[in-house]
C-alpha cells in the first residue's frame, strides 16, 4: 500500500489556461475526496466520490471545476481558466466507506500546489 | 451547517512539557466524528486521534489525548511529553467528509 498518490506536485500556469491533477487512492478505497487548502488556512471540501459515482459537490466547485473518476479507481480535477485566486494546493483523500455513522479514517496525499501567473 | 473554531493561531510548548489545543464547534447533530490531524512542514495531513461523539470515553492514543465534552460542543487535543517530532500545524476536524478549523501552529521549543 504506497498511500494515496497526487500528480504533479507542483503546477505553475499562466492565467486562462487549463491544468488537469490526478489522484490515486489507497487500494480498495472506494471514496475519494478533492479539497482545496490555501496558506494558512484548513482545507475546504470540494466533492467527494463513492466509487465512480460523484455524490456531493461543494458551492466553492464552481462551473470551471470538474472532478471525475471514471472507473472507480484514479480521479482528475480539472480546473479551466484558471484565475489567480485557483491558486492554492489541492489534496485528494481517499477512504473506506463502511456507512454514514463509521467515521471512516480519511488519508490524504501530499497535495498537488498550483500556482497561476 | 457545521462549523469548526481553533482560537489559537500559534502555540508554543517546552521539549517535555504539556500543551493543549483548544476546538470548538456547532452542529445539530448528535451523532458525529471528530478528529484531529497533523499536518508537518512536508504537508501530508496524517490524523492524529478521534472521537465518536456517542462514547463518553475520551480516545487517547499514546501521548495524545481528548478532552470531549460534547455539551459545550469542545475537542481539545492534549500532547504529552512534546517531542522536536510535534512541530506542525495542527487541525480540528469534524464529520464524515471533514470540515476543518483554521488550525494550530504548534512550535516545540529544545
Known sequence: ?117 | AQTVTQSQPEMSVQEAETVTLSCTYDTSESDYYLFWYKQPPSRQMILVIRQEAYKQQNATENRFSVNFQKAAKSFSLKISDSQLGDAAMYFCAYGNKLVFGAGTILRVKS
Open chain 1, 1 to 117: 500500500d504506497t498511500g494515496v498518490s497526487q500528480n504533479p506536485r507542483h503546477k505553475i500556469t499562466k492565467r486562462g489556461q487549463n491544468v488537469t491533477f490526478r489522484c490515486d487512492p489507497i487500494s480498495e478505497h472506494n471514496r475519494l475526496y478533492w479539497y482545496r487548502q490555501t496558506l494558512g488556512q484548513g482545507p475546504e471540501f470540494l466533492t467527494y466520490f463513492q466509487n465512480e459515482a460523484q455524490l456531493e459537490k461543494s458551492r466553492l466547485l464552481s462551473d470551471r471545476f470538474s472532478a471525475e473518476r471514471p472507473k472507480g479507481s484514479f480521479s482528475t480535477l480539472e480546473i479551466q481558466r484558471t484565475e489567480q485566486g485557483d491558486s492554492a494546493m489541492y489534496l485528494c483523500a481517499s477512504s473506506l466507506a463502511l456507512g454514514e455513522a463509521s467515521g471512516n479514517t480519511i488519508y490524504f496525499g501530499e497535495g498537488s500546489w498550483l500556482t497561476v501567473v
